[in-house]
């Protein structure tokens, strides 16, 4: 099996591999995807009711023997129609589903998130997908942290909360999603692999695990 660390290792200039990453965020509306978006790829301080609004954000992330370069994709309004189409999740590697806490419609639709990624994505089970629950300040939230963790268990994937007042967690989730989605993608024969750049060439490689 190919591994690009190991090419990074054979590199005399110890140069990082850039592996290029598309994360889609979906999720009802109102449940503060653009806002966990922007507080991760602009900063807490760039949160503004007045910014201009935008469906991609590119983002770098360092790891210890290489770099994520993350594009991520908010549905910009589209969430309101019920169905994202296949463009939307063409190409992606990772996913995150959103639902309020405090909003116990927007939890009970994140069954029908799920199944609308699986009828529009070419390979689903490809896609590393998280459950994200957002919380707003201290008001009583609608669903309980045990209540969002078994479904997260019945969907067969992980599951974390945000708090838009502290920030807490916002950073770790979307580099704990990265590093998870660049392992997994390196230990299987997926079919939809991840394009691979080591700059010091400008020479732009697809890694597969199949060599």
């Known amino acids: 099996?190919?591994?690009?660390?190991?090419?990074h290792d054979d590199n005399p200039n110890g140069v990082k591999p850039i592996y290029r990453l598309k994360c889609v965020v979906v999720g009802d509306l109102g449940v503060g995807k653009t806002t966990l978006v922007r507080s991760f790829a602009e900063g807490p301080r760039t949160r503004s009711i007045t910014a201009e609004p935008?469906?991609?954000?590119?983002k770098e992330i360092k790891m210890a023997s290489y770099i994520v370069s993350l594009s991520i994709w908010d549905t910009a309004g589209q969430e309101r129609y019920r169905s994202l189409t296949g463009s939307y999740y063409r190409g992606a590697h990772c996913c995150i589903v959103v639902f309020d806490v405090n909003c116990l419609d927007s939890f009970q639709?994140?069954?029908?998130w799920f199944q609308n990624m699986d009828e529009n994505s070419t390979n689903p089970e490809e896609i590393i997908k998280i459950l994200?629950?957002?919380k707003r300040g201290s008001s009583s939230r609608a669903v309980s942290l045990e209540r969002a963790e078994s479904l997260a268990d019945h969907l067969g994937v992980s599951y974390k909360e945000v708090n838009f007042g502290s920030q807490n967690n916002i950073r770790e989730l979307f580099e704990s999603l990265a590093d998870l989605t660049v392992?997994?993608?390196?230990?299987n024969n997926f079919h939809s692999n991840i394009p691979v750049e080591l700059p010091q060439y400008q020479q732009k490689k697809t890694y597969c695990s199949c060599g």
């Open 1 to 7: 099996m190919t591994d690009a660390s190991e090419e």
């Open 54 to 58: 935008k469906s991609m954000w590119q």
């Open 109 to 112: 639709n994140v069954k029908e």
């Open 132 to 134: 994200v629950g957002t």
């Open 183 to 187: 392992l997994v993608y390196k230990e």
